[in-house]
């Protein structure tokens, strides 16, 4: 049965960082293309960033980018999200998704594969 695991949420003042983890099981981990997505409180779901297991291509929200760094360790099947210099407006549930071969750009409906969610909550 595949599987998304995410964990390393939490509580975080504004400016500080966490890395989120997400363990992948049940599926070949090479074969996919890995995103984050969140969905912060009254908001859409929104994708955060992506990357491609083949060659390494990664894809970030503006709203993100230089902040927010993604990355696998595909020995582990893990991918994580390290995010530096959080604000309160990156307050979200952040979820884990996997797609197969690469970044599709169809968001949410594009993902054959997604975990429960980590929530992270930044405060001002």
């Known amino acids: 049965e595949a599987q998304l695991v995410e964990s390393g949420g939490g509580l975080v003042q504004t400016g500080g960082s966490l890395r989120l983890s997400c363990i992948a099981s049940?599926?070949?981990?090479?074969?996919?293309?890995f995103s984050w997505f969140r969905q912060g409180p009254g908001k859409e779901r929104e994708m955060v960033s992506c990357i491609m297991t083949s060659d390494g291509s990664t894809y970030y929200a503006q709203s993100v980018k230089g902040r927010f760094t993604i990355s696998t360790d595909n020995a582990k099947n893990t991918v994580y999200l390290q995010m530096n210099g959080l604000k309160p407006e990156d307050t979200a549930v952040y979820y884990c998704g996997a797609e197969l071969d690469y970044c599709s750009g169809y968001g949410w409906g594009g993902l054959d594969y997604w975990g429960e969610g980590t929530l992270v909550t930044v405060s001002s």
């Open positions: 049940g599926f070949t981990f090479d074969d996919y293309a």
